[in-house]
């Protein structure tokens, strides 16, 4: 399945993404996690889902697969690489919903929340949360000072923004997860007190690495895709 590449010069850096299925059927955003993951961790699910007439679009975040990595990146960076990702993409302003993995778990809610989106379904798959005080801090040493703090997503500003969010929240938690805390879905389903709908969807005998089960259980990918597509 073909999905054409694009390049976007972000402040600093070269932001380069794709877009999967018909133009006039994109649906999602999809948004990678940290460490060596990039967007093509993602393309089975999204694979799977334009099958169905449910395009999408990816990026890499700057540091990650085809995209530049000429300076730091932090949270802040990776919402404004988001929002331009989006706003390229979406000329037709059909994109409804944000997928958000791991650490973009905290930049999908971002993006959703912001005033005059038009996002109206986040999901977050094993998505994490972060002290209000890391958001603009470069990745390195600091960062990683602030968020290893003991139980530091507690203080998280996205725990406030969601409390005015309308939209539809699908929180999918790998019961096996050691490195997103089970709480986070907790705290975000109970934050979400405006939401036209919240769920939390539990894989059992699933760890963090969400992506590596979809590859090699179909009936996963599946369950995944269609909570993805389905709103209450």
Known sequence: ????????????EAIV????????????????????????????????LARSGFGSVALDFSGHGESSANSAGSLKKRLRQA???????????????????????????????????RLGHIVLIVGAIYDRAAFPIPFGAEFSNVIRRP???????????????????????ALEDAVIPHEVADLLEQAAVSARFRR???????????????????????????????EK
Request: glycine share 8%.
């Open 151 to 173: 139980q530091s997503w507690r203080q998280a500003e996205t725990l406030e923004m969601i409390r005015d969010y309308r939209g539809g929240l699908t929180l999918i938690r």
């Open 1 to 12: 399945m073909s999905a054409p590449r694009f390049e976007l010069q972000v402040d600093d």
């Open 83 to 117: 929002q331009c990702a989006l706003d390229h993409a979406d000329a037709g302003r059909t994109i409804h919903t944000v997928v958000g993995t791991s650490m973009s778990g905290e930049i999908a809610l971002r993006l959703a929340c912001r005033t005059q989106s």
């Open 200 to 230: 939390i969807i539990d894989l059992p005998g699933t760890d963090h690495r969400v992506s590596e089960a979809m590859a090699n259980d179909m009936a996963l990918l599946q369950r995944i895709a269609a909570a993805i597509k389905e």
């Open 17 to 48: 993404g794709d877009v999967l299925g018909d133009q006039h059927q994109l649906r999602a955003l999809f948004l990678h996690g940290a460490g060596q993951s990039h967007r093509l961790r993602q393309r089975q699910l999204r694979e799977e």
